[in-house]
């Protein structure tokens, strides 16, 4: 698996989703300020002005260290930038990662913003980095996020008991779920190319 190229930048007719920068806290600010409800399940609270900021840097600094490579996610149809998503915990040497930290503004949701993202991220890991497997994780107790996973394909592997702290200090489980590289090219990619 190569490393992630520092100006990545993926695409389609709908969307695209280029590294996030600090430079972009103003793209993204309205969302922290006017939707709160956005951050119920995340683990990094960025409601108001300073959550968005202290969600951007550390953001950054994760793609600094090399733990992640995040993006914001711009809605071509709607000319807007609709939230943000990331590659992360990238395993080179397991030819693994995970897609995670989405999150898009309301009037994103159910538009078909997140099936193309995930169209593009997962092309990328598996035809280009050419991972053997893709995880995905979430609160167990997030249906939409889990049901969002599964509608692309992804698989239920099991719970992780009190696994991490939420930003309001409650442990939460998180559900783990994933796609292999086999599955990708037996049948999860042309099905959702179809979607």
Known sequence: MTFIPESLTL?????????LTTGDETNLLSFGMNEPELWRYSLLKASGKEGMHTYIQQAVKDWESGSSFPFIVYDKKMT??????????IQPEHKSLQIGYTWYGKAFQGT?????CKWLLLE?????????RV???ANA????????MKSIGCTVEGILRSHVI??????????????LKTEWH?????????K
């Open 80 to 89: 807007q930038y609709a939230g943000s998503t990331r590659y992360y915990d």
């Open 141 to 148: 107790t997030n249906s939409r996020s889990i049901a969002a």
């Open 11 to 19: 695409e389609n007719n709908r969307v695209m989703l280029r590294r």
């Open 166 to 179: 939420k930003h309001d200090g409650v442990r939460r489980d998180s559900i783990i779920l994933s796609i």
């Open 135 to 137: 995880e995905f994780r």
């Open 124 to 132: 990328y890991a598996f035809d280009v980095l050419e991972c053997e």
């Open 112 to 116: 078909g913003v997140n099936k193309n």
């Open 186 to 194: 037996t049948g999860i990619k042309q099905a959702l190319l179809h």
